[in-house]
């Protein structure tokens, strides 16, 4: 966020009492050990039609995942976490004690709103994502895939100072109109620029959640299911994936074509271990998608699938309490929501 917009902000704002509960423990020396990976976020990648990034998130920026998870549910947007992720990119590479840039926030009512004056990257990581949730609200969007309504929340975020509502005034967000923003609100502040114009195509950059939502089928037939485990906090673990719970030698199918690079009994030590027998399809170099606890597995690692095909049975092998398929679905190996991306 530009720092000078914040200031602008907190003249303006009307501060709202808000209540922040400090519920992770980030390792700072992980976050320090991969600053190098960090410096990504200032590489100028183009921008696909349909806001599918191209850039990569950094191992910084993917060791706050799980986190910005938990406070993406806390504030609403369940299924928002890789916009966050990279607007964090954008922002600071996932480095620093500050990495959402928030200190200047008028939602920062812990430390001084000078700039970086936030010293807990936890505190930093649930203001970014309360604010972001407000614009998102504002901008009336419907979905992560809402590339419209994304592109002003986002643009939101960066510019405050009653963006959105000028700009769903004059039609909604458009590169042309933050231009436009821009310039009024530096001659209006007195100063030689206000803001990002191009935020927008800057954090889109290393979004794929508008590319990939609604993109994969589900492992199990309607009608033969039902959820037994879904997405996110449950008690003090956090499950990455969704549990279909069905009778023992139900089909489970492929959610979408793809290459099996993984089908086997996940030993421990293997990324696998716990899952018992279990697939892993690779669909392009973005997505993947996992289903574990199979009773038997109808496919080998290498051979070629389609969407719709019987991979295996349901089961309750590995670390299970009973018969389901655990269903995952990544972005570059990292779990994400699934129900952002399985068509309704």
Same mark, same amino acid.
């Given at each position: 966020m530009n720092k000078k917009i914040k200031r602008a902000i907190i003249i303006g704002a009307i501060l709202v009492p808000a209540f922040f509960i400090a519920v992770i423990a980030v390792t700072v020396s992980t976050v320090i050990s991969d600053a190098a990976a960090g410096s990504t976020a200032a590489q100028a990648v183009e921008t696909s039609e349909t806001g599918c990034g191209t850039g990569s998130l950094s191992n910084s920026v993917l060791a706050y995942q799980p986190f910005v998870s938990q406070y993406c549910q806390k504030y609403g947007i369940p299924g928002y976490?890789?916009?966050?992720?990279?607007?964090?990119?954008?922002?600071?590479?996932?480095?620093?004690?500050?990495?959402?840039q928030c200190s200047e926030s008028p939602l920062n009512m812990k430390?001084?709103?000078?700039?970086?004056?936030?010293?807990?990257?936890?505190?930093?990581?649930?203001? +970014?994502?309360? !604010?972001? @949730?407000?614009?998102?609200?504002?901008? /009336?969007?419907?979905?992560?895939?809402? %590339? $419209?309504?994304? =592109?002003?929340?986002?643009?939101?975020?960066?510019? +405050?100072?009653? !963006?959105? @509502?000028?700009?769903?005034?004059?039609? /909604?967000?458009?590169?042309?109109?933050? %231009? $436009?923003?821009? =310039?009024?609100?530096?001659?209006?502040?007195?100063?030689?620029?206000?803001?990002?114009?191009?935020?927008?195509?800057?954090?889109?950059?290393y979004y794929t959640g508008g590319a990939g939502s609604g993109t994969f089928a589900l492992p199990l037939k309607k009608g033969t299911y039902r959820i037994s485990r879904g997405w996110g906090m449950d008690g003090s673990e956090f499950h990455k994936g969704i549990d279909f719970a069905a009778p023992a030698?139900?089909?489970?199918?492929?959610?979408?074509?793809?290459?099996?690079?993984?089908?086997?009994?996940?030993?421990?030590?293997?990324?696998?271990?716990?899952?018992?027998?279990?697939?892993?399809?690779?669909?392009?170099?973005?997505?993947?998608?996992?289903?574990?606890?199979a009773e038997k597995l109808l496919v080998k690692r290498g051979q070629k699938v389609t969407a719709g095909q019987v991979i295996a049975l349901v089961g309750s092998t590995g670390d299970s309490t009973g018969n389901h398929c655990?269903?995952?679905?990544?972005?570059?190996?990292?779990?994400?929501?699934?129900?952002?991306?399985?068509k309704p």
């Amino acid at each position: 966020m530009n720092k000078k917009i914040k200031r602008a902000i907190i003249i303006g704002a009307i501060l709202v009492p808000a209540f922040f509960i400090a519920v992770i423990a980030v390792t700072v020396s992980t976050v320090i050990s991969d600053a190098a990976a960090g410096s990504t976020a200032a590489q100028a990648v183009e921008t696909s039609e349909t806001g599918c990034g191209t850039g990569s998130l950094s191992n910084s920026v993917l060791a706050y995942q799980p986190f910005v998870s938990q406070y993406c549910q806390k504030y609403g947007i369940p299924g928002y976490t890789y916009l966050v992720l990279a607007v964090m990119q954008q922002e600071s590479g996932g480095t620093g004690s500050d990495p959402m840039q928030c200190s200047e926030s008028p939602l920062n009512m812990k430390y001084s709103h000078s700039p970086n004056s936030i010293k807990d990257p936890s505190y930093s990581v649930e203001v +970014g994502v309360e !604010y972001l @949730a407000s614009c998102i609200r504002a901008a /009336g969007c419907k979905s992560p895939s809402d %590339m $419209q309504g994304i =592109s002003l929340a986002l643009q939101g975020y960066n510019f +405050g100072g009653g !963006y959105i @509502a000028w700009a769903k005034a004059r039609g /909604g967000y458009s590169t042309e109109n933050a %231009m $436009q923003f821009s =310039s009024l609100k530096a001659s209006e502040m007195g100063w030689k620029g206000y803001g990002d114009p191009q935020y927008v195509s800057h954090v889109l950059r290393y979004y794929t959640g508008g590319a990939g939502s609604g993109t994969f089928a589900l492992p199990l037939k309607k009608g033969t299911y039902r959820i037994s485990r879904g997405w996110g906090m449950d008690g003090s673990e956090f499950h990455k994936g969704i549990d279909f719970a069905a009778p023992a030698g139900t089909n489970i199918y492929a959610a979408a074509s793809g290459t099996v690079i993984v089908a086997c009994y996940g030993q421990r030590g293997s990324g696998y271990g716990g899952y018992g027998n279990v697939v892993v399809i690779q669909h392009n170099s973005t997505y993947s998608t996992l289903y574990g606890h199979a009773e038997k597995l109808l496919v080998k690692r290498g051979q070629k699938v389609t969407a719709g095909q019987v991979i295996a049975l349901v089961g309750s092998t590995g670390d299970s309490t009973g018969n389901h398929c655990h269903f995952e679905i990544r972005v570059h190996g990292n779990q994400v929501d699934p129900a952002t991306y399985i068509k309704p």
